[in-house]
């Protein structure tokens, strides 16, 4: 399992241990072979090479020749045997496991540390993360395994150590890395600057052995060691290249680099231009003759047209340069005696071709066996790779395989070179994708490569398979039963890699592949991308495609190694490139890893294995026909976007040199349940510091800064690769909760240093203390509890809040007892809210700076449906209870050492004073107990200067002084009361948006809060801050008590502003403060006209809200003023049935008569809506009319009683003369009968005298009740004598016409009435109205022989004769809609709605207020049951003596008399407009004789 990036250190070259010594993960026995360092393996085989390659005198190369006589099997089969020599090698050239592991630098946390647990998406420990799982994790750290606790916390140094040593490792899997070796020189990154690639061919490479490089144009090659502990000069060599002016072709320079014997420090150069020149430096650093001395030797090309493109190395001083038509030329850089000495020649098929009698027999007949690979013109040479060796002594298969045909050669240093076969590949491609897709496909290929084994890898592209037409790249393996016999396509095995650009057989795009040492690891190398591979024969399905930046692609690759391979199980697996922007890298496989995997799992991957074994074996990877396109053994989506996420955090941020590019895709439509399970994994990780790729470090500041980079950093790469959108709401507020924990911890930890720092006393350690016991209770105990925390818990940051806050009173009560422990208690509770303020401030901070990056600062139906871990109501508890808890704190400390600002405490009533506690009282800023405490509150500022006179410090150290403890404790108030309120506004927006009915609860407990801790900071001198507040939560009533109790002076200044910003909104919250304290003037007093136009709209949002309230009432002051008429009109005219004083309701009334004449004026098309609304109008007059004709009655009727004696006090309320004068009232228009038989009525009376004497305006139910109830009303002249001669008359024609007048004041309210109120209230007048005159009397004086005179005479003196005349002549009411019959009017059928609805209800409540009325007590309306049925006993009995006959015939006597009457008036005006039309005939006829005499 691989480590932590930073510990890879860099050292003097030293031994180093070997994989199976580092890793403790597997098991120890079986893996000591497989897990063996490369380093001993390879120069186990290199040891042998270099003592042959190209010594430096003549012995040497006797040796070598000597050892190459030995065949293939015994090297082969005694390589095992050779004990391996490990020199000092650089670190990059270390094997992979030990680059990448190191140990651990030792924790000062000895105690065994646990993870916390997961409060969103978890975990489970049984699923492997990195290796490994939670559990294993856990139980390593804590030894309960073989496992040391190095191998789960990596090594972790300090910061400049990490600065320095994380930069070489580029990328790091779980079972491949890139590592950075070395970067390109000065002079070869200008040259490569100054080069376009794509107008000028550019190679590189690289040789592995020697830590040499080389970057070369048509012109110019560039040698330079990029291990600079190997050379001496340490300098970049340029060369010139081989004919340089024939370089017309677009090709890249062929170079390859030879090895100088056990000479590190130099290299050779083996140069080829494109017509076959030949050019050889045989030491570069240390040549006598410098870089101007070389060899050089012409190929002497067959076909002039033909280009050279490839070199390769056989041997040791042998290569193979082969041209674009398939020509072979064996190209041996010494003689047979070991002298450098270049010679080449042109491979045939015919062994002895090129020497003796045949060679120029051949010549002489124009005849030649050099015969080219390619078929025909349209083949072409696509590569060339070695083989192993075959039984011919110093020789070497060698594969050449071109665009339709593979054929294979043997070449030796020793022996002529030797023709085996050609075959037509491309066929036997197609003919196996066919037989086993089902369908035909266009096979092409792109490169060729050997094993150990003798398998043949081809790299092919499988056309129409993808969509888009996007080549599938797939590796096929090929193998022969003997050497020289054509082999067969043995499998085919897909990449699931898909290349972006177009790939070609020849050029930059072309795809390489590459065995390193024969296998298993395997590699595609593509311009920008490098993919790793195990060959499928292992049976381990690994594939990790490494992309690179377009601006860093792949120049070169480390040249091939010699052979014969090194036959031993190699750990790793590794190839060294070069990039353009970046310079060399390495990319290793453990392949030590992935086989120990497989043979774990019972697959038998000898090379020995026979073809059924391997068929069998490469079951596991996937056949053409079955899983074509798709991984084999794929892991699950969520561990391949783990480990990309992983990468790209750990590797790509923090690093802008690094040449890879990290990208994550997406298919999924929609959200992306595997990627979110990924990321969460990532970032829980860090949270938990459970990642291994985390780097431990002493110093905890810097370790919880990278935990906090690294976790904003998942979400960073997911954005920048456009899947913000796979990602649900949930889980980005997840994501941004685990970096919000870190940038807490981090504050709260760096404050905690300073108090260290600071060396305070014993409440300092509040936190350190709390932490331990909210561990303890966990039933976690450390040395070092608060390092454990931040380390391994910050998970639980909110828990150890609400923690502190539950323990934090019992800690004070406890240290309350005495005067040292009352200032420890004041210094804890400023300490408390440190680490509130410094936690929750720091993670909102994050939470808005980086809410674009997360997503979720916009407003959507789904905003807030998530709650965070600052939503809870544990922190809103929290935070109101340390609000209390600091103003509290102020107002003790300033008693005893600030009595200004103790005086301003003293003196300020806040909302909610009378129970701070009580949440479930809602308060609105403009409640009567609030109203009441805002002229209290001081008009204070800021701390101005002489605010600052009075608080001299004596030190600025709260641990000091007092008064020092009291300032920062009103610093920390504004703090506090931001972080409440915004708790509250995202835990309200939680609820609303989830539908939960605890957020109207939350919402009242909200408003009570706000405007309290708003109005605590103006006593404490920080009215500013409560400004600020206020402006941002958008609390505008608060804004508006601010303005007027602290900016008095200025408030119509501050008025303005906040109307400019807030518009409306604050227009309708100060219209409503006027509203509130009733300032008229102030409301209706708007200077600016958008004012005018907000106000006309509260206005009538205020009336339709309440229609008869008083900004109803005083709004058409307003309409007048915008000239709006109409609506003044309207709503006078309302105001004035409103009205509860006759006086007022008849002004209003006049004045809404005025306004509909200007109405009138301004808009002549009002004249039918004038009309009516002047008809309702004057019925509303007339009932004014009525109630003052009424109370001048009662007047009259008093002070004739009272002889004229005392002046009546008239409308004075509750006095005792005047509740006299009302008795007398109700009593003189009374007799004792009604009062005696009818008492519940007469008490009704009673009150409805009262409210006329008072002036109270009565409704129509009303009225007509004080018109038909009494029964005694004297109409003489004594009464009316103390009234003027007009009052008096309308005192008479009241008293006269009371019955019809409440019938007319009835019919013309009847549309404002229902249907049941008109229906009894005209039955109660019709009944009063036969009740008025005795029947039985009149029954009895027209008993006998009465004359029909005398009868209608007797009848016309009757109360229903007059009612019936008045009705029915003078007021011209309708027949027969007015007009009942005896028998229709009787109460008991309205007895509920009369006693029920209309009279106990409404004297009850109108008591409650003080209008005046008498309650009707419980015996009330029995007694009001018991009246209307005397009523209704009286009305029998008046039927019973012939009422309906008489009612009868006084209707049609009364309505004879009228008709006669209209009759007579209808001729009257006949004769009157003939009269009047003769006369105009007559002045016409004047005027005509007048116009002719003028005329004449």
Not at 155 to 184: N, P, Y
Not at 437 to 451: E, R
Not at 529 to 537: K, S
Not at 1313 to 1326: D, Y
């Amino acid at each position: 399992m691989f480590t932590s990036p930073s510990v890879r250190v860099r050292r003097r070259p030293t031994a180093q241990q070997s994989r199976a010594e580092v890793s403790s993960s597997d098991s120890a026995a079986p893996k000591q072979t497989l897990k063996r360092s490369i380093n001993a393996s390879t120069m186990q085989n290199g040891s042998l090479q270099k003592a042959a390659a190209l010594p430096a005198n003549s012995a040497a190369f006797g040796q070598q020749r000597g050892h190459d006589d030995t065949d293939y099997s015994a090297a082969q089969s005694s390589s095992h045997k050779k004990q391996a020599v490990e020199p000092k090698r650089p670190v990059w050239l270390a094997p992979f496991a030990q680059r990448v592991q190191e140990p651990r630098v030792a924790d000062v946390i000895s105690e065994p540390e646990k993870p916390s647990t997961l409060q969103h998406k978890k975990v489970s420990e049984d699923e492997p993360i990195f290796g490994a799982s939670i559990a294993s994790i856990a139980s390593a750290a804590s030894g309960r395994t073989g496992l040391v606790a190095e191998d789960v916390n990596p090594a972790r140094g300090t910061e400049a150590d990490t600065l320095q040593t994380t930069d070489h490792i580029l990328l790091r899997g779980d079972k491949h890395a890139v590592f950075d070796v070395a970067a390109f020189p000065e002079a070869v990154r200008r040259q490569l600057g100054s080069i376009d690639p794509e107008s000028v061919p550019i190679s590189a490479g690289l040789s592995s052995e020697s830590s040499f490089a080389f970057v070369a144009t048509p012109t110019t090659c560039l040698v330079w060691s990029y291990d600079s502990a190997s050379s001496v000069m340490g300098g970049v060599y340029r060369l010139a290249m081989p004919d340089p002016d024939d370089a017309t072709d677009f090709a890249a320079p062929l170079v390859a680099l030879v090895s100088v014997g056990e000479v590190q420090s130099d290299v050779g150069v083996l140069a080829c231009s494109a017509t076959g020149q030949l050019r050889f430096w045989d030491r570069v650093a240390f040549g006598l003759g410098g870089t101007d001395r070389f060899h050089s030797r012409d190929l002497d090309l067959p076909d002039a047209s033909d280009r050279c493109v490839q070199i390769s190395e056989a041997f040791a001083g042998l290569f193979v340069v082969a041209t674009i038509k398939g020509y072979l030329f064996q190209v041996s850089l010494q003689d047979v005696q070991g002298n450098v000495e270049l010679t080449a020649h042109c491979l045939s098929r015919s062994a002895g071709a090129r020497t003796g009698m045949l060679s120029r027999m051949s010549s002489l007949l124009g005849g030649s066996q050099f015969v080219a690979a390619a078929a025909d013109a349209s083949d072409a040479l696509v590569s060339i790779a070695g083989g192993g060796r075959t039984e011919i002594r110093h020789s070497r298969e060698l594969y050449v395989l071109t665009r339709q045909r593979l054929a294979k050669w043997v070449v030796s240093r020793a022996h002529p070179e030797r023709f085996l076969f050609s075959m037509d590949i491309v066929t036997a491609l197609t003919q196996a994708a066919a037989q086993r897709l089902g369908m035909d496909v266009d096979v092409g290929v792109y490169d060729i490569a050997t094993t150990r084994s003798g398998d043949v890898y081809v790299l092919t592209g499988l056309q129409g398979l993808r969509s888009g037409g996007r080549e599938q790249l797939a590796v096929c393996i090929l193998r022969s039963s003997r050497v020289s016999t054509e082999p067969d396509v043995l499998g085919m095995w897909p990449l699931r890699y898909a290349p972006d650009a177009e790939l070609s057989q020849c050029g930059p795009n072309c795809p390489r592949l590459v065995l390193p040492e024969g296998g298993p690891g395997m590699f595609v190398i593509l311009r920008t991308a490098v993919i790793a591979l195990m060959v499928p024969t292992v049976g381990a399905s690994f594939e990790e495609a490494i992309s690179f930046r377009a601006e860093d692609s792949i120049l070169g690759i480390s040249t091939a190694p010699r052979f014969p391979y090194v036959q031993h199980e190699s750990s790793e697996s590794s190839l060294v490139l070069t990039c353009a922007g970046t310079g060399v890298l390495q990319v290793c496989i453990e392949v030590g890893k992935i086989v120990s995997a497989v043979t774990s799992a019972g697959v038998d991957t000898s090379a020995d294995a026979d073809d059924s074994e391997i068929r069998t074996n490469t079951a596991a990877w996937p056949s053409l026909g079955t899983r074509i396109g798709k991984a084999p053994r794929a892991s699950s989506p969520e561990r391949e976007y783990q480990t990309q996420i992983e990468q790209a955090v750990f590797f790509r941020f923090g690093n802008d040199h690094n040449p890879l590019l990290f990208t994550i895709k997406s298919r999924t439509t929609g959200v992306d349940p595997a990627l979110e399970t990924a990321a969460l994994r990532v970032s829980q990780s860090i949270l938990d510091n459970t990642s291994h790729f985390i780097v431990d470090r002493l110093d905890l500041g810097s370790h919880l800064n990278e935990r906090l980079r690294r976790t904003r950093a998942v979400m960073q790469f997911i954005a920048d690769s456009g899947l913000v959108s796979k990602i649900s709401r949930e889980t980005r507020v997840q994501l941004c909760a685990h970096a919000e924990k870190l940038a807490a911890a981090v504050a709260l930890w760096t404050y905690q240093n300073d108090v260290w720092a600071a060396k305070r006393g014993a409440a300092a350690q509040l936190l350190d203390n709390l932490v331990a016991s909210f561990l303890e209770s966990a039933g976690l105990q450390t040395r070092d509890s608060l390092r454990m925390f931040f380390r391994q818990h910050v998970a639980a940051i909110g828990d150890v809040l609400v923690f502190m806050q539950r323990n934090l009173a019992a800690l004070c009560r406890a240290l309350d007892d005495s005067e040292s422990g009352r200032r420890d208690s004041q210094l804890v509770s400023y300490e408390a809210n440190h680490v509130v303020v410094g936690a929750l401030q720091a993670a909102f901070v994050f939470r808005f700076q980086n809410a674009t990056l997360y997503d979720i600062d916009g407003s959507s139906e789904s905003n807030g449906a998530f709650e965070r871990w600052t939503e809870h109501p544990a922190i809103a508890d929290l935070l109101v209870q340390r609000l209390e808890g600091s103003y509290r704190l102020c107002r003790e400390i300033s008693g005893q050492h600030c009595a200004s600002v103790y005086e301003r405490i003293i003196a300020t009533t806040l909302p909610s004073d009378e129970d701070p506690s009580d949440a479930s009282r809602s308060l609105d800023i403009f409640d009567d107990g609030v109203s009441i405490s805002h002229p209290s509150l001081p008009d204070a500022a800021e701390p101005d200067s002489s605010e600052e006179a009075r608080m001299r410090l004596i030190s600025d150290d709260p641990y000091v002084s007092s008064l020092a403890l009291l300032r920062e404790t009103i610093d920390q108030v504004g703090p506090l009361a931001n972080l409440c309120f915004r708790v509250f506004v995202d835990r309200i927006t939680h609820l609303q948006a989830t539908g939960s009915s605890e957020a109207h609860a939350l919402v009242r407990r909200y408003d009570a809060a706000r405007p309290r801790y708003l109005l605590c900071l103006v006593p404490l001198a920080r009215a500013s801050v409560a400004f600020r507040l206020a402006e941002e939560y958008h609390d505008l009533a608060s804004l508006v008590t601010l303005v007027f109790t602290t900016e008095r002076s200025n408030a119509a200044i501050y008025l303005r502003k906040y109307v400019e910003r807030f518009g409306r909104d604050f227009a309708d919250t100060l219209f409503a403060y006027y509203e509130k304290r009733q300032a008229w003037a102030s409301l209706l007093n708007a200077q600016d006209s958008s004012f005018d136009a907000w106000l006309k709209e509260y206005v009538e949002k205020r009336a339709e809200y309440d229609p008869h309230g008083p900004v109803a009432q005083i709004g058409w002051i307003h309409d007048v003023k915008m000239n709006d008429f109409n609506a003044a009109a309207t709503r006078l005219a309302r105001a004035g049935r409103d009205s509860v004083e006759v006086d007022q309701a008849r002004t209003m009334l006049s004045l809404s008569k005025l306004a509909f004449v200007a109405a009138e004026c301004q808009d002549g098309n009002l004249g039918k809506a004038i009309d009516e609304a002047h008809a309702r109008l004057e019925d509303a007059l007339e009932m004014c009319e009525v109630q003052e004709n009424l109370s001048q009655y009662l007047t009259a009727v008093v002070r004739t009683n009272r002889n004229h004696a005392a002046e009546i006090s008239w409308r004075r309320r509750d006095d005792v003369s005047d509740k006299k004068a009302v008795l007398d009232a109700a009593m003189l228009t009374t007799t004792p009968e009604i009062r005696h038989e009818r008492p519940a009525l007469y008490v009704v009376y009673n009150e409805l005298v009262r409210c006329i004497w008072n002036g109270r305006m009565l409704s129509v139910e009303d009225l007509v009740d004080a018109l038909t109830f009494p029964d005694d009303m004297p109409a003489t002249d004594s009464v009316l004598a103390s009234c003027s001669a007009d009052d008096a008359e309308q005192c008479n024609a009241l008293i006269r016409e009371r019955y019809s007048l409440a019938i007319d004041i009835l019919s013309r309210a009847s549309i404002s009435l229902s249907e049941q109120t008109r229906e009894a209230a005209l039955k109660t007048i019709w009944r009063r109205v036969f009740l008025n005159d005795d029947w039985n009397a009149i029954r009895k004086r027209l008993g006998g022989n009465v004359p029909d005179s005398e009868l209608r005479a007797e009848l016309a003196r009757t109360h229903l004769y007059a009612v019936l005349e008045s009705c029915l002549a003078t007021r011209e009411l309708a027949h027969p809609d007015w007009y009942l019959l005896p028998a229709d009017v009787f109460a008991a059928a309205d007895l509920d709605y009369l006693v029920s609805a209309r009279l106990a209800p409404r004297f009850a409540s109108e008591s409650d207020v003080g209008s005046g009325w008498q309650p009707l007590t419980s015996t009330t309306a029995p007694a009001l049951n018991k009246d209307y049925g005397e009523e209704d006993t009286r009305l029998r009995a008046a039927i019973k003596c012939g009422l309906d006959s008489y009612y009868a015939e006084i209707l049609r006597t009364v309505s004879d008399q009228v008709n006669r009457c209209r009759q007579s008036a209808d001729g009257d005006a006949s004769d009157m407009d003939a009269a009047s039309s003769s006369a105009s005939t007559e002045a016409l006829d004047v005027e005509d004789e007048d116009v002719r005499m003028e005329s004449d």
